[in-house]
């Protein structure tokens, strides 16, 4: 028995030692209650649960290493086009290639068969951080790392792998869902190009699985910053070094005040700094003239990081003033932050996925920022989830085969059951209702209230 934590659910838990439930969801036999918390039901279940075995590895292995073979750097993802249509379009998928200004995104559609459900959005992004040209790999019956100068590309390829599989499987075995819309987007490395580009009329589903976050599948990303990114243009005044410098204002120098003077690094535990690019300077006889600075903040508290890039700002013009040189700085806001509630039920949907296959969840706040960041700014519910890259930007970077198909096996899951989430009227009732148990509205979620389910505390525990 699988237990998400609720107030309904968690009161009546110490009377419950030593009952036993049985399911049939997702072929789970019988799970005993012995221990009054929701941790023994997860352990027991990490022990019973099997591949699904539905997932063809071979095939999903195949995928995985037919798009790393494919160069697609930010901006030039052309091919990787291509052979995402080639793989969708038989699977049932209208293809649109959606264009922009420097590249493009692709947004597939397939009809589901509940038509009580609304669409879910699987999101991955095509585009590699660069050097991807000439990869060179190893595959063992384990893992697929990079053994070249190269990173591998499971950032984030390894997630279109799986998505590609799963979809594969529901269309092999006819299996019911709900409608299916793929977003893969393009420059998500330089920027989150794609999904601030992305034509939001293409698109119908309100919530999104994004499949961009490293480390073991389990993750699930909760918070993300807001990142500011912004450029000093220092201006002094030039002259010859040799003959006549004390005519001259050296720009790399006072740049190179104000880097020392401004906030950098860690600032607290929401919020960061940093100046990650410098240029400028013509000749070594030549007393620099202008040099450009480009940093960026970011932060969770909006507060915080306004103050943290005043102060930067504030103490680069008065230092430019200071020794005679002008400043001109422009910022641009990259992302803005986003925390999903722990009461949110796309949240508690996708936790109760995890468990369903197995794997425990662990919610994680990140520095990073991705295309979720872009879907909540607009109103889409999303969620980031880890699909099993490791070291990713580097030539280190692998993936355990293993984790390439529990990341198949959570999408192939969220896909069956979604239409259990958004096809059912959620009503919080203003009274006090007594029931006996049964069946929530998620996957292995158990409701053994055998008193009152009080939704007057914020928390409504449902039946199917």
Known sequence: MLLRENSACIASMK??????????????????YRHGNAASGIGMLN????????????RLV???????????PSFHEGRMGDYLESKLRPLGFRVTRQRYD??????????????????LILS????????????RYRVTD???????????????????AQIIEAVAVVAEHDISHGDIEIVITSAEERGLHGAKNLDHTKIKGRHALVLDSGGRVGRIVIAAPTQVTYEMRVTGRSAHAGMEPEKGINAIRVAAEIIAAVPDGRIDKETTANIGMISGGTATNVVTKEVVLRGEVRGRNTAVLKR?????????????????????????????????????PFLGFVKDIFLTCGISPEPVITGGGSDANIFNATGIRAINISNGMQNVHSSEEF??????????????????????????????????????????????????????CESSKGRVCLRS
């Not at 700002?313 to 806001?333: C, L, S």
Request: charged residues 30%; contains cysteine; glycine residues 8%.
């Open 15 to 32: 009377g419950l030692r030593d009952r036993v439930f049985a399911t049939s969801i997702t072929k789970v036999s019988v799970l005993s």
């Open 47 to 58: 022990m019973l649960m099997k591949k699904d075995p539905r997932i063809n590895r071979k």
């Open 62 to 72: 195949r995928t995985f290493l037919d798009m790393i073979n494919i160069n697609s």
């Open 102 to 119: 420097k590249s493009f995104n692709i947004i597939a559609f397939r009809k589901g068969s509940n038509k009580q459900s609304s669409p």
């Open 124 to 135: 991955a992004h095509m585009d590699t951080i660069e050097p991807t040209e000439g990869i």
């Open 142 to 160: 384990k893992i697929i790392r990079s053994t070249g100068s190269t990173v591998l590309g499971a950032d984030d390829k390894s997630a279109i």
């Open 308 to 344: 943290i890039k005043g102060d930067i700002f504030r103490k680069a013009r008065a230092i430019a003033g200071e020794r005679k040189a002008r400043v001109r700085i422009t910022e641009d806001q990259e992302y803005r932050s986003f925390r999903i509630d722990e009461g949110d």
């Open 399 to 452: 993936i355990e085969i293993k984790d390439l198909e529990r990341g198949c096996q959570i999408v192939l899951s969220a896909i069956e059951h979604f239409p259990e989430l958004s096809g059912k009227k959620k009503r919080r009732t203003r009274k006090t209702t007594a029931f006996s148990g049964g069946l929530c509205s998620f996957p292995f979620q158990r409701c053994i209230r055998s008193g009152v």
